[in-house]
């Protein structure tokens, strides 16, 4: 049974930091991609960033560029979402997203397996 769990998400003031942290289980983690995506209220899902499998490349919305960083630890199972210089249109659900392959992807459909989000609020 393949399963995505984040966590870390947070009530944070503009201009500040967190780290969100996604646990994978049931398939073989160092074999793929994973993407964050989020939903913000009243708007679609948006790609956020990628990481091949190895962990080597990463892609980034130019909404995050320079602001967010994505990582793996692949003898954890675990894929992060750094994000830093928070601003109030960074406040929606995070999600991650396994791919179907091991090369990094930049869209929000090529994926097989979603984990059920965690909340992030940006508010002073």
């Known amino acids: 049974e393949v399963q995505l769990v984040e966590s870390g998400g947070a009530l944070v003031q503009p201009g500040g930091s967190l780290r969100l942290s996604c646990a994978a289980s049931?398939?073989?983690?160092?074999?793929?991609?994973m993407s964050w995506l989020r939903q913000a209220p009243g708007k679609g899902l948006e790609w956020v960033s990628c990481?091949?499998?190895?962990?080597?490349?990463?892609r980034y919305a130019d909404s995050v560029k320079g602001r967010f960083t994505i990582s793996r630890d692949n003898a954890k199972n675990t894929v992060y979402l750094q994000i830093d210089s928070v601003k109030s249109e960074d406040t929606a659900m995070y999600y991650c997203?396994?791919?179907?392959?091991?090369?990094?992807?930049?869209?929000?459909?090529?994926?097989?397996?979603w984990g059920q989000g965690t909340q992030v609020t940006v508010s002073s």
């Open positions: 997203a396994k791919s179907e392959g091991a090369v990094v992807v930049v869209t929000t459909w090529q994926y097989d397996y």
């Open positions: 049931g398939f073989t983690f160092s074999n793929y991609a």
């Open positions: 990481i091949n499998s190895v962990g080597s490349s990463t």
